[in-house]
């Protein structure tokens, strides 16, 4: 296994007008034996980075090393890294023993017959395809060679593992187990991984620390704890999460000493707890204190925060303390077993809220509910898709 350092890499495709960058600047570092993910949106540059780190793509700018070398006049063959595309790249005149076997009987590892069959066994059983070694690739159904291209990088000996969504064709049990499987051979700190998706669950789930790329940008990267609790920007804070962070526009102001409350003027929004903090995020008639807001008076931000950290009240009432009370009425409700979605219209915005099923019974579509906000629970961020966090 070997430390991979990627500095500053650029790369652009098409001529004139028809100029795409894939990579604007992008740097991160991934440290000797750990798990590294990628995330992003379709498009946002993963499998091109992936592709210059394994030495398949050229950039136009920058550099990669491996192990603290700089491998830019080294042949992708001799880098010693194992790639799992996402397309799956068999050979289809091959069975899935062979297909799995073929890296370790290169003219670089060429080991013993015993170890091939031993070695490709074990990989086989734990990917669940160890009945399947005999079969022929061309009639294994898709999740089933997406494991079986998995298996034939796992097999492998090398400084590390390129991994490009090797379950995005697994069905939602199977990924399920496939992450489980990861995770162990990952905790094991003997090979370092590079993991590309767009599937928020398996870089939380999986990673030591997580890249966010979008149009080729790296936004932010940092553990999983660090990337849920305090995203660089708006984006970020959207991309983990399910349903998405709720945000609301609004702007900030000079937050009153005294405590008050007060009603909507017009929005029917709700009541505000005691504006006791250095500004107040302003919507619709309702104030909401926040405290140590890196932006001034006047600013136009998003307030964001989690459906989970959001509570319902039903009734009349004033919040209870330290709370902020935004009135609405429910626009659409999804029960998911023990769990409820409640998305409530307040205003012009949709908010989502997940509740305990047993706590809104008789909930029914257009009731008046109240939805609380903990301004302790809010990230801000300035206006922008990007915009940049200014909350502690």
Not at 371 to 390: A, M, N, Q, Y
Request: glycine share 10%; net charge neutral.
């Amino acid at each position: 296994m070997a430390a991979i350092s990627v500095d500053t890499l650029r790369k652009t495709f098409g001529r004139g007008a028809g100029v795409v960058t894939a990579l604007d600047d992008v740097s991160f570092d991934v440290g000797d034996g750990e798990f590294f993910c990628l995330l992003g949106p379709s498009g946002a540059g993963k499998t091109t980075t992936l592709k210059s780190i394994a030495g398949l793509v050229e950039p136009d700018k920058g550099a990669v090393r491996i192990g603290g070398q700089d491998v830019a006049d080294v042949e992708p063959t001799h880098r010693n890294l194992a790639m799992c595309f996402e397309s799956y790249a068999l050979y289809p005149q091959h069975n899935v023993f062979d297909n799995m076997a073929s890296p370790l009987r290169s003219p670089r590892l060429r080991m013993p017959a015993a170890d091939v069959r031993s070695r490709v066994g074990r990989i086989a059983d734990m990917l669940g395809i160890g009945h399947l070694l005999d079969r022929s690739v061309t009639q294994l159904s898709n999740g089933q060679r997406q494991r079986v291209a998995l298996g034939r990088v796992l097999v492998r000996p090398a400084h590390a593992y390129l991994l490009d969504e090797p379950l995005a064709h697994l069905d939602a049990k199977l990924r399920a187990t496939m992450r489980a499987e990861l995770k162990a051979i990952s905790t094991d700190g003997l090979t370092t991984t590079v993991y590309v998706t767009h599937d928020y669950v398996e870089a939380l789930s999986l990673a030591d620390r997580i890249g966010v790329l979008r149009e080729g940008r790296i936004l932010q990267v940092g553990t999983p704890r660090e990337m849920w609790a305090s995203p660089a920007n708006a984006f970020v804070a959207q991309a983990f999460g399910k349903p998405r962070i709720n945000m609301l526009a609004g702007g900030l102001r000079t937050s009153r000493d005294h405590a008050s409350t007060s009603e909507s003027a017009s929005s029917g929004l709700g009541r505000s707890a005691p504006r006791d903090g250095t500004h107040a995020f302003v919507a619709g008639g309702v104030e909401i204190p926040l405290r140590d807001i890196d932006a001034p008076p006047g600013e136009s931000v998003q307030l964001a925060v989690r459906p989970r950290d959001l509570r319902l009240h039903v009734g009349a009432g004033d919040p209870p303390p330290g709370k902020v009370r935004l009135d609405g009425v429910v626009y659409v409700l999804e029960h998911l077993g023990r769990q409820t979605e409640v998305t409530v219209q307040i205003g012009e915005s949709l908010v989502s809220v997940v509740a305990p099923r047993a706590a809104v019974p008789t909930l029914a579509l257009d009731d008046k509910v109240g939805v609380l906000i903990d301004p302790s629970t809010t990230h801000v961020f300035l206006s922008g898709e990007e915009g940049k966090r200014v909350s502690p």
